[in-house]
């Protein structure tokens, strides 16, 4: 399969862990000139927007799911003090990531993790303050019981940010899984906003997502 055509349909079909890797170690190098460039795709940037609307002042954030860095990018053209560090299951990703920098020429990430976050996830430095996450929790990708694996990643009180594709959000039950962890006391009741993943003039305008903002309790 060329880069060339790979694309959402490619994404949507993965099923595991193995299948992320394999995906995004081919389509890393041009994923953001074959996809989000071509398809005018905003997701990241209605994440950063969200966080910077409605988070108080942070200082430590995780970007979970990182991709090439797009989310950390945009956040630091808004938060420029914020430290940012990414997870990702995909070194090629991550390696695109370490390129991204911040309008004063640093680096946008202070360090970047190799992680799978469907399972348990190993935290190398102190709770973070907030979490952020867009393009993550989609199809063949993340579902609603891997919030339970970021949980311990937040300091008590720490945000969480999470953008959740629209029908993944309906079709994995997001929303009993999130009744679920305010009934365990592990997070306040969640608001649920929705953003448009693509520009306006994109083929794929209209497509939204949800994004759950909450607090941790733990």
């Not at 996809?35 to 966080?51: G, H, L, S, T």
């Not at 990703?93 to 992680?115: C, F, N």
Request: aromatic share 8%.
């Amino acid at each position: 399969m060329s880069d060339e055509v790979l694309g959402l349909d490619e994404a949507y079909s993965v099923k595991t862990p193995d299948d992320n890797r394999r995906l995004y170690a081919k389509w890393a190098a041009t994923y953001e000139s074959s996809f989000v460039d071509a398809k005018q795709y905003r997701y990241p940037k209605a994440i950063a927007e969200v966080f910077n609307d409605v988070v108080g002042p942070v200082r430590r954030v995780l970007d979970i799911g990182t991709g090439t860095g797009l989310t950390g990018m945009y956040v630091t053209r808004l938060r420029p003090a914020v430290l940012i560090d990414g997870m990702d299951i995909s070194p090629e990703m991550l390696a695109q990531a370490k390129l991204k920098t911040r309008e004063d020429g640093s680096v946008v990430y202070r360090e970047l993790y190799v992680r799978d976050l469907t399972r348990a996830v190993p935290n190398e430095n102190a709770p973070y303050e907030a979490l952020i996450s867009s393009g993550t929790f989609t199809h063949g990708h993340l579902g609603p019981e891997c919030l339970r694996n970021l949980l311990p990643l937040l300091a008590h009180d720490g945000w969480l940010v999470v953008g959740v594709n629209n029908e993944h959000f309906e079709a994995k039950a997001f929303a009993g899984e999130l009744d679920s962890l305010v009934a365990l006391g592990a997070i306040e009741s969640p608001e649920i906003l929705r953003v448009d993943v693509y520009e306006p003039g994109s083929v794929h305008y209209g497509d939204q997502a949800r994004v759950i903002i909450t607090r941790a309790i733990n």
